[in-house]
């Protein structure tokens, strides 16, 4: 742990060490915060342009820079005289400031607000936000993008909209989380205002737990992530919540046939504001109404996104956010061949604090508090009981404190570094059959407690007008196993024009908690368990290389993309394994095994006019081996995907009239079907007989082809209550049945023989949904 302090202590020297070289070579600092004059609200990667003397377009400018995700901005070593400040964002009135530099204050202060205008989709790419082409993998999507696609609820859809995205693969209907380059769900860092999200999404990515109107800005990095995020082997997906308007009292109410949502937002005296928005969906009471005989599960959801933010001073501003959600599938009456109860919550609230120093020292702490349990009960009626019968409780606690700093010591170098704290607490619970006693025990099960630090520095620069790298090194250590690791990450994008960017990274990532579920039984059977002293941490390594092309203007994206990830140290349960919590180590259920993962991926993306939209196709494959399963033999995973298919369509029918439709297509996901049975007589005990099914290999069948169509169509108009949208939502046009479970159960035919019976289940048919959105 000294070593640890060590390092820290050397980057902090660092940090004091580049912010003197201001002082030494006495040149000036610019930097400020950038924001809405109406609202409020930092403006996230503003486009900032510095001429000197005077304002000359013939000639490149003498310097420039980016707003970072809180609106803060900095243009170190310019030169004492006069400068014209240009500052572009998208949907709003560009703005040009003077500033005088000189004195012997080396550090200026220049903060803007910046005045919204309507524009068209041609401005959109001329003044918007900057396109960011030097980083691998990364999609950076505007919430405004989602509204125009369709879904089951009416409402904005993150997590649809991202598994339309190449790479991001579909899963059955009732996966939760992102499948990302064949990595499971709990191999993406979902942050919400920088925090952890264990379970971002609901029943069958529905719906993620964030309402989109909520939302500020995010980004999902597919792959080979830069230093400043880890704790995950795959991918990130990071979030910000809007701050609230500090205008007046604002808000939209939507009421659909089955969900709702509000959302309400203004201001908190002078210098605060707030946000809450809240939804609810009760699938469950249609179901129960109108559609007796399904077997679908039944299912209802309820989610809360608050913030509330208060500036301090002109360097200095303070936020508190929380987020809750409750979720609930169950099996309804029909299904009388399997009986299960699967919810789960996430509980997360953060206290954040940006500061800027006098020398231009960007820094923003947090403490944070999450919670999230999950339970799956699967046969709780003794009657039911079946080969999948199955219980597992996991709760997880964490406390998580974070100091993250950046500067800008040179105008094409950006040093970014930071500390990483968190305690873990794991309340297990696991058993072969449900009992409300076992459930109920405090004793049963196991309770895990572990420490977790990290260090992180990161720079990113930029070479020549063509040549930008991203380098950086996270250092982790890890209590149980007294465990110390590095991580480099390095990352290069080169321009051959400036419509022409090849792009190539290798990173290396741990990952201290994994998800161990039944590879014998495709209803949710997930188990959080962390590392110890005996389970290691998931390592990866991946190398991504890409090249983007850019026509008309920017009108056309067309993206080629590869890549290749080693996971290694991966774990899940042996063959039957034997969940007794009270005789049996957990431990000794799991087998380490290795994978791999590989692919292609294909985006043309067309970003402006009427008719906008993209096709996005993914090649890939995915393989694990682990010597205690599949007779040591290497098998596909249920993230395998080897085709995936999407088409995303928009156009603007008139001013106020869209129609949308998306088709996707993927690749049947594996699962386990036994291709026989067998029976016997308890040895010197009697009975009945002893029915088994007779397992030969692993993932071995194979789910049908995933797809479905979906439209939307959105009328906008204004009435007395204010801005209103009338949506017409079309889920699964041509009612697809795309399953997401399949089991071998016992029954009883006309002669009384006890024959093997394959159960299918398929979530969410043809659903049409009308509804209204109403702002006030």
Do not use: C
């Not at 928005?277 to 399904?294: A, I, N, P, V, W």
């Not at 219980?391 to 950046?406: C, G, W, Y």
């Not at 063959?575 to 985006?603: H, M």
């Not at 006309?750 to 702002?775: D, H």
């Amino acid at each position: 742990m000294n070593s640890v302090i060590s390092i820290f202590l050397l980057i902090i020297f660092s940090l004091v060490f580049n912010e003197a070289t201001y002082s030494q070579n006495n040149s000036y600092n610019v930097s400020g915060f950038i924001t809405d004059n109406i609202t409020g609200e930092e403006l996230i990667g503003t486009n900032i342009l510095v001429y000197k003397d005077s304002l000359s377009f013939d000639k490149n400018p003498y310097a420039g820079a980016a707003g970072n995700r809180y609106g803060f901005y900095s243009v170190p070593s310019i030169e004492k005289g006069e400068y014209i400040f240009i500052f572009r964002h998208i949907g709003y009135q560009t703005l040009i400031r003077e500033i005088n530099l000189r004195g012997d204050s080396l550090f200026k202060k220049l903060s803007v607000e910046m005045q919204p205008e309507n524009i068209n989709l041609e401005e959109v790419i001329v003044e918007g936000k900057k396109i960011e082409k030097n980083v691998s993998g990364l999609i950076d999507i505007s919430p405004d993008l989602l509204n125009k696609l369709p879904t089951v609820t009416g409402e904005i859809d993150l997590f649809k909209s991202l598994e339309l995205l190449p790479g991001v693969n579909k899963a059955s209907d009732l996966s939760s989380g992102l499948y990302v380059r064949g990595g499971s769900p709990d191999q993406t860092l979902t942050l919400l205002d920088g925090v952890i999200v264990y379970n971002p999404a609901h029943l069958g990515n529905i719906a993620s737990t964030f309402n989109t109107n909520a939302l500020s800005d995010l980004k999902l990095i597919k792959g080979a992530f830069p230093a400043e995020y880890g704790g995950r082997l795959s991918s990130v997906l990071d979030i910000k919540l809007r701050s609230g308007t500090k205008e007046k009292e604002k808000g939209t109410i939507g009421l659909g046939l089955i969900n709702s949502f509000a959302f309400l937002e203004g201001p908190l005296g002078e210098n605060g504001t707030y946000m809450v928005s809240g939804r609810g969906m009760y699938y469950d009471l249609f179901q129960k109404k109108f559609d007796f005989s399904t077997s679908s599960p039944l299912y209802n959801f309820f989610d809360l996104n608050t913030k509330l933010s208060y500036i301090l001073s002109e360097n200095s501003a303070f936020s508190i956010s929380a987020l809750y959600s409750n979720d609930h599938a169950y099996n309804p009456p029909a299904a009388k061949s399997t009986d299960y109860d699967i919810d789960w919550q996430n509980v997360n609230i953060s206290i954040n604090w940006q500061q800027v120093n006098q020398k231009s020292l960007f820094m923003n702490s947090s403490l944070s508090y999450v919670k999230y349990d999950f339970s799956s009960k699967i046969g709780l009626n003794p009657e039911t009981v079946t080969s999948s019968t199955y219980f597992a409780e996991s709760k997880l606690t964490d406390i998580f404190f974070r100091q993250n700093a950046e500067i800008k010591w040179h105008q094409n170098h950006l040093l970014k570094t930071g500390i990483d704290l968190a305690l873990h607490n794991y309340d297990l619970l696991y058993s072969d059959i449900y009992s409300r006693i076992l459930a109920r025990d405090p004793y049963a099960g196991s309770d895990i407690t572990s420490i977790e630090a990290a260090i992180y520095f990161q720079s990113e620069s930029q070479f020549t007008e063509s040549l930008w790298t991203n380098a950086g090194l996270r250092l982790y250590y890890f209590n149980s196993q007294k465990l110390f690791r590095v991580e480099p990450r390095f990352s290069l994008s080169y321009s051959i024009t400036p419509d022409l960017v090849l792009k190539g990274a290798v990173a290396t990532a741990h990952q201290f908690i994994h998800v161990i579920v039944r590879n014998d039984i495709t209803l949710p059977t997930d188990l959080w368990y962390p590392s110890t002293e005996n389970i290691e941490p998931s390592k990866s390594t991946q190398y991504v290389f890409s090249f983007d092309s850019y026509w008309n203007e920017q009108e056309y994206v067309v993206s080629l993309e590869g890549y290749y990830k080693d996971m290694k140290q991966l774990y899940e349960f042996i063959n039957s394994p034997q969940l007794n919590p009270v005789a049996k180590n957990i431990e000794e259920q799991f087998t380490k095994g290795n994978g791999e993962s590989y692919g292609v991926e294909l985006f043309i993306n067309k970003r402006k006019g009427n008719f906008t939209g993209w096709i996005g196709y993914t090649l890939s494959w995915t393989r694990r081996q682990f010597a205690d399963l599949n007779n040591g033999k290497l098998f596909y995973p249920r993230y395998d995907r080897r085709n995936d298919i999407s088409f995303v369509l928009s156009y603007k029918l008139f001013e106020d009239l869209t129609l949308s439709a998306s088709w996707s297509y993927a690749t049947g996901q594996w699962y386990s079907l036994p291709p026989g049975q067998f029976g016997f007589y308890p040895i010197g005990l009697g009975g009945p007989l002893q029915t088994q099914f007779n397992y030969t290999g692993l993932n071995s069948s194979q789910f049908p082809s995933f797809h479905k169509l979906d439209i939307n169509v959105n009328y906008s108009f204004d009435w007395f209550l204010g801005r209103s949208d009338i949506y017409l939502n079309l889920y699964n046009v041509y009612n697809r049945s795309n399953p997401f479970a399949r089991f071998v159960v016992l029954e009883e035919n006309s002669n009384g023989e006890r024959i093997a019976v394959m159960k299918e289940i398929t979530l969410f048919p043809f659903i049409p949904s009308i509804g209204i959105n109403v702002k006030f």
